[in-house]
């Protein structure tokens, strides 16, 4: 018996030493999960991120935010598109091969009404395929900018999204369940092992990524647990049991930067936080107001006025914002010292330039706010309903998840409301098409200026560089005096990581497990 036992143990300690689990997992956490696995539903930073460690697209961006190569070698321009040379010998996680057929396939898919990608993606007219592994993405006209709208669009199997009836993609705001929600079948680094939102995500190292070799990353596991609770977050990295945090609480920085076996890396983010005003209704959904207050631009400036972003970035985010006039940020074309510049703080003039546009008790609204998407969102909901108060805006604070906050947004269902918007293609462009032109699928402001919506249109093709800034300077000097948003900081990334572990920072607050090195 007791040769027995020695043999029992011996054996165990074979089976912990087995290559098998001595892999490199990496457990990280954030306080809001990605929305959903469908690669062409939401079009929302970390549901991007989380996507893109599975699903790929043909053109890509390191840490440094320069564009890569992915699913194509290269690409090239021309008057009417530009042509890609596909990645040969490419599979999807099932083994069926990636081909020019996928890339049609895809594209009709992000442009389907139903796709949250359709502004990025409608300016390919159609998909030309010139032979298995090469496609032209055929454009109305010259499109100069290409190649940066194509980054967050994922490449997915059409034979796959047929067999599991997901050739649509899913209808988030309508709420809609499909088997792309929770499944997915890329072409990427990682597979997805399982799936329950809101609680665990787990993805395995793809041994036949056709990336083996090429990059440093060193994962064989990712686990990824949401913690919605900021105290909670912090602790499981203080005590070990995660790795990374991508949102430590900004209040909670010195105290990993000064813990044992913690670091902390910050950068500033391709993100701005603002508020949205409905001015394009006749009567607010929440106001005791007649009519809309928001409709008059004396209103809208005493909105901007009223609210003390230097005070906002003082003492509820540590620091780590810059105060900002504008909805977009430096680093993206179309950023400018004199248009960034905030509208100041000023309660007095505020007070007055409601009493003049017929306001002089103010008016009540609800301001509708996510408590899980930004850095310390709802805290900045709340410092702004105290300062709209001194002015006699009554806001009462409805903070939700994500989940259901963005929705309202996307079916125009808020009078106020925050939003952050992140530009992957480093273009003003971006920022124009989904949230200042009058079709624009995230403009729940109701917005509408025909300079701005012509200057919209007219930059996807002009090739002249000098000439297409011009027009983009232009168009933001309307936004800013027409304040159709309450601009209020860009945001400053700040992640939490273990020591022995190196983890790019990326200004896009993307993870690329590609590029994570177990020291």
């Given at each position: 018996?007791?040769?027995?036992?020695?043999?029992?143990?011996?054996?165990?300690?074979?089976?912990?030493?087995?290559?098998?689990?001595?892999?490199?997992?990496?457990?990280?956490?954030?306080?809001?999960?990605?929305?959903?696995?469908?690669?062409h539903?939401?079009?929302?930073?970390?549901?991007?991120?989380?996507?893109?460690?599975?699903?790929?697209?043909?053109?890509?961006?390191?840490?440094?935010?320069?564009l890569?190569?992915?699913?194509?070698?290269?690409?090239?321009?021309?008057?009417?598109?530009?042509?890609?040379?596909?990645?040969?010998?490419?599979?999807?996680?099932?083994?069926?091969?990636?081909?020019?057929?996928?890339?049609?396939?895809?594209?009709?898919?992000?442009?389907?009404?139903?796709?949250d990608?359709?502004?990025?993606?409608?300016?390919?007219?159609?998909?030309?395929?010139?032979?298995?592994?090469?496609?032209?993405?055929?454009?109305?006209?010259?499109?100069?900018?290409?190649?940066?709208?194509?980054?967050?669009?994922?490449?997915?199997?059409?034979?796959?999204?047929?067999?599991?009836?997901?050739?649509?993609?899913?209808?988030?705001?309508?709420?809609?369940?499909?088997y792309?929600?929770?499944?997915?079948?890329?072409?990427?680094?990682?597979?997805l092992?399982?799936?329950?939102?809101?609680?665990?995500?787990?993805?395995?190292?793809?041994?036949?990524?056709?990336?083996?070799?090429?990059?440093?990353?060193?994962?064989?596991?990712?686990?990824?647990?949401?913690?919605?609770?900021?105290?909670?977050?912090?602790?499981?990295?203080?005590?070990?049991?995660?790795?990374?945090?991508?949102?430590?609480?900004?209040?909670?920085?010195?105290?990993?930067?000064?813990?044992?076996?913690?670091?902390?890396?910050?950068?500033?983010?391709?993100?701005?936080?603002?508020f949205?005003?409905?001015?394009?209704?006749?009567?607010?959904?929440?106001?005791?107001?007649?009519?809309?207050?928001?409709?008059?631009?004396?209103?809208?400036?005493?909105?901007?006025l009223?609210?003390?972003?230097?005070?906002?970035?003082?003492?509820?985010?540590?620091?780590?914002?810059?105060?900002?006039?504008?909805?977009?940020?430096?680093?993206?074309?179309?950023?400018?010292?004199?248009?960034d510049?905030?509208?100041?703080?000023?309660?007095?003039?505020?007070?007055?330039?409601?009493?003049?546009?017929?306001?002089?008790?103010?008016?009540?609204?609800?301001l509708?706010?996510?408590?899980?998407?930004?850095?310390?969102?709802?805290?900045?909901?709340?410092?702004?309903?105290?300062?709209?108060?001194?002015?006699?805006?009554?806001?009462?604070?409805?903070?939700?998840?994500?989940?259901?906050?963005?929705?309202?947004?996307q079916?125009?269902?808020?009078?106020?409301?925050?939003?952050?918007?992140?530009?992957?293609?480093?273009?003003?462009?971006y920022?124009?098409?989904?949230?200042?032109?009058?079709?624009?699928?995230?403009?729940?402001?109701?917005?509408?200026?025909?300079?701005?919506?012509?200057?919209?249109?007219?930059?996807?093709?002009?090739?002249?560089?000098?000439?297409?800034t011009?027009?983009?300077?232009?168009?933001?000097?309307?936004?800013?005096?027409?304040?159709?948003?309450?601009?209020i900081?860009?945001?400053?990334?700040a992640?939490?990581?273990?020591?022995?572990?190196?983890?790019?920072?990326?200004?896009?607050?993307a993870?690329?497990?590609?590029?994570?090195?177990?020291?």
């Amino acid at each position: 018996m007791h040769y027995g036992k020695m043999l029992a143990v011996s054996a165990t300690a074979l089976i912990l030493a087995s290559p098998a689990l001595a892999e490199n997992v990496f457990r990280w956490t954030s306080q809001g999960d990605a929305l959903t696995m469908d690669p062409h539903s939401q079009n929302e930073g970390p549901t991007n991120a989380m996507n893109g460690q599975i699903y790929e697209a043909l053109v890509t961006r390191d840490a440094a935010l320069t564009l890569q190569p992915e699913l194509a070698e290269s690409w090239e321009a021309g008057a009417d598109g530009w042509t890609f040379k596909l990645r040969q010998g490419v599979k999807f996680h099932d083994g069926a091969d990636f081909t020019a057929e996928d890339v049609v396939f895809s594209f009709e898919r992000a442009k389907h009404e139903a796709s949250d990608f359709k502004e990025q993606a409608k300016s390919v007219a159609s998909v030309e395929v010139i032979d298995d592994y090469t496609v032209k993405l055929l454009t109305d006209g010259a499109n100069p900018i290409l190649p940066n709208q194509l980054t967050s669009i994922y490449m997915i199997d059409k034979g796959w999204a047929e067999a599991n009836n997901v050739v649509a993609p899913q209808d988030f705001k309508a709420k809609e369940e499909t088997y792309a929600v929770r499944n997915a079948n890329g072409t990427g680094p990682f597979v997805l092992e399982s799936r329950a939102p809101d609680e665990m995500t787990v993805l395995m190292r793809n041994g036949d990524w056709w990336g083996e070799g090429m990059f440093p990353g060193n994962i064989d596991k990712i686990e990824y647990r949401p913690i919605t609770n900021a105290a909670t977050r912090v602790a499981a990295l203080l005590s070990g049991e995660v790795d990374f945090v991508l949102d430590p609480p900004l209040q909670d920085l010195k105290r990993i930067e000064g813990s044992d076996g913690l670091h902390v890396t910050t950068v500033a983010q391709i993100r701005s936080i603002f508020f949205g005003m409905d001015q394009g209704i006749d009567k607010l959904r929440t106001s005791d107001a007649e009519g809309n207050p928001f409709k008059d631009p004396k209103v809208r400036e005493a909105m901007n006025l009223a609210i003390d972003k230097a005070a906002i970035q003082r003492v509820v985010m540590e620091g780590l914002s810059f105060p900002t006039g504008m909805i977009t940020p430096p680093g993206v074309l179309g950023n400018t010292p004199g248009n960034d510049e905030s509208y100041g703080f000023d309660a007095a003039k505020a007070k007055a330039l409601l009493a003049e546009a017929g306001y002089p008790d103010g008016f009540s609204v609800q301001l509708d706010c996510p408590n899980n998407r930004y850095n310390n969102d709802e805290k900045i909901c709340q410092a702004a309903v105290a300062m709209l108060a001194k002015i006699g805006v009554r806001v009462s604070l409805d903070a939700i998840p994500k989940a259901q906050h963005f929705p309202k947004i996307q079916k125009r269902e808020t009078d106020f409301y925050m939003l952050g918007w992140g530009v992957p293609t480093l273009d003003s462009h971006y920022v124009f098409s989904y949230l200042l032109e009058s079709s624009g699928s995230w403009n729940a402001t109701g917005y509408k200026n025909d300079r701005v919506d012509e200057i919209t249109a007219a930059i996807t093709t002009e090739i002249d560089i000098d000439k297409r800034t011009m027009m983009i300077d232009e168009a933001w000097s309307l936004v800013k005096a027409d304040m159709p948003y309450v601009p209020i900081h860009h945001q400053v990334l700040a992640w939490g990581i273990a020591d022995g572990w190196d983890v790019p920072i990326a200004a896009d607050d993307a993870v690329r497990p590609r590029f994570v090195v177990k020291q």
